[in-house]
């Protein structure tokens, strides 16, 4: 057997789908044997995957890991062609390729008082913070905010690590009405002190938490998803800029300072990839994906 096809066979063993579950229509999760990985990524960071050889690398932030059982969880938004794919897959089938842990983990050290944030299937992302958190003995009250009632995910598991979970839907059909900033403001006016709030969701979510949070100067972490290629600080692919610097999110992030990020940028340069992605899928292998 060529040098290539044995590397391609002890690859296909390790990435395994050991567990699938669809959370609601969007939204899938997936539990994947990659012990090298398991055993070493934290709270913050992401994997590259690739399903085939000519498919797209796509950068998942890892929900959830076991470094007993080797397997890392991951909690994916079916938006693109890949990830409707990866969705589609069934427990016992293989990734090609998990290239990971990427990204410097959140830095949690010393926080006792902490508010986490999730909007939607960034909750994915806020509970790992939460729990990591909630193990290390500081006081986690978690925000989660959802469109509706038929798309709350993982909310169980958010309770279980969180000391207060406040559930907040726009149309008020679960939980209380509002946007997670609403709930914030007031749990601020009430006066609520905390040493950081972690919020992780869509761009426009974050930005608006930073701007509840900027009058108090409370510490503010976001977690940044552009589009990602390499994931390795080489192609500039995800460039943001952060208090007037070109950051990389891969290497230099994902999280950052919500106050110090140019969102409104980071919006544009979102939207005009994403359209560039449209244009290019049809042109070009080596493609590159949003973090989910
Ligand atoms: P969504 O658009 O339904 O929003 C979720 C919640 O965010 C809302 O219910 C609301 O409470 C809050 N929100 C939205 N707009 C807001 C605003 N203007 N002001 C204040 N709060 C606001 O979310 P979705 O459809 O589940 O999409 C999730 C998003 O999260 C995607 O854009 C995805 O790319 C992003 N995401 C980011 C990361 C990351 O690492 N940053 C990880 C996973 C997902
Ligand atoms: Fe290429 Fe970050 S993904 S520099």
Redesign the pocket.
């Known amino acids: 057997m060529a040098y290539v096809e044995i590397f391609r066979e002890v690859r296909l063993q390790v990435y395994k789908i050991v567990n699938k579950k669809l959370l609601n229509e969007a939204v899938v999760l997936v539990e994947v044997e990659a012990p090298f990985i398991a055993k070493k990524v934290l709270p913050g960071q992401f994997i590259i995957f690739r399903i085939d050889e000519q498919g797209e690398r796509v950068p998942l932030?890892v929900a959830d890991y076991d470094r007993e059982k080797g397997t890392i969880t991951l909690i994916v938004?079916m938006v693109g062609r890949t990830t409707k794919m990866l969705g589609a897959m069934e427990a016992g089938e293989y990734l090609l390729d998990v290239v990971g842990p990427l990204g410097i983990p959140t830095h949690l050290e010393g926080l006792k008082n902490v508010c986490v944030i999730g909007?939607?299937?960034?909750c994915?992302?806020a509970y790992p913070q939460a729990k990591a958190l909630h193990n290390m003995g500081a006081h986690v009250d978690m925000i989660a905010?959802?469109?509706s009632k038929d798309i709350v995910i993982i909310e169980d598991e958010m309770r279980a690590v969180a000391d207060n979970l406040y559930v907040?839907?726009?149309d008020g059909t679960y939980g209380e009405k509002g946007?997670?900033?609403n709930k914030l403001q007031q749990l601020i006016d009430e006066g609520r002190e905390y040493d950081a709030v972690i919020a992780?969701?869509?761009?426009?979510?974050m930005k608006?938490v930073a701007e509840t949070t900027r009058p108090k100067g409370i510490k503010t972490i976001v977690?940044?998803?552009p589009i990602m290629i390499d994931g390795t600080g080489m192609c500039g692919g995800c460039r943001v800029n952060v208090g007037g610097e070109i950051k990389f999110a891969c290497v230099d992030g994902?999280d950052f300072d919500g106050h110090l990020v140019n969102f409104d940028e980071l919006m544009k340069r979102n939207s005009t990839n994403r359209e560039q992605e449209q244009h290019d899928s049809e042109h070009c292998r080596l493609r590159g994906a949003?973090?989910?």
């Open positions: 932030t938004q909007g939607g299937v960034g994915a992302i905010g959802f469109r907040m839907t726009d946007l997670v900033t992780i969701g869509p761009v426009i979510m608006f977690s940044l998803n994902p949003h973090n989910a």
